[in-house]
Nanobody
Framework: QPQLVESGGGLVQPGGSLRLSCAVSGFTLDYYAIGWFRQAPGKEREGVSC?????????NYADSVKGRFTISRDNANSMVYLQMNNLNADDTATYYC????????????????????WGQGTQVTVSS
């Protein structure tokens, strides 16, 4: 019954921006850390960003997206977002959000093994 549904993907030109949304249901978002992951053709799934539970006081970003992507959460509306700016071709991938039960409100993890619940993904294509 726990569900996560991504949206907001699409085709964007290099240098452009997209905002991905993750709508969660079936669990209380406050108590879960949320991670964003992506998988490009021929590559392994990699962690993009994560945000800690409750107020989201801790965030992590992969080196490849740091300074360009911003993760945020809106617990009242059961939503998590990934704002992606200055996109380049290497950002082309299927993006997934995932939820993991928090053991602390102040850390999050970019390892997929931590996350029990996953969305179906949304495609992001960066191309001219």
């Amino acid at each position: 019954q726990p569900q996560l549904v991504e949206s907001g993907g699409g085709l964007v030109q290099p240098g452009g921006s997209l905002r991905l949304s993750c709508a969660v249901s079936g669990f209380t978002l406050d108590y879960y850390a949320i991670g964003w992951f992506r998988q490009a053709p021929g590559k392994e799934r990699e962690g993009v960003s994560c945000i800690s539970s409750r107020a989201g006081s801790a965030t992590n970003y992969a080196d490849s997206v740091k300074g360009r992507f911003t993760i945020s959460r809106d617990n009242a509306n059961s939503m998590v977002y990934l704002q992606m700016n200055n996109l380049n071709a290497d950002d082309t991938a299927t993006y997934y959000c995932a939820a993991g039960r928090a053991v602390t409100d102040y850390v999050c993890y970019e390892s997929p093994a931590y996350y029990a619940y996953w969305g179906q993904g949304t495609q992001v294509t960066v191309s001219s």
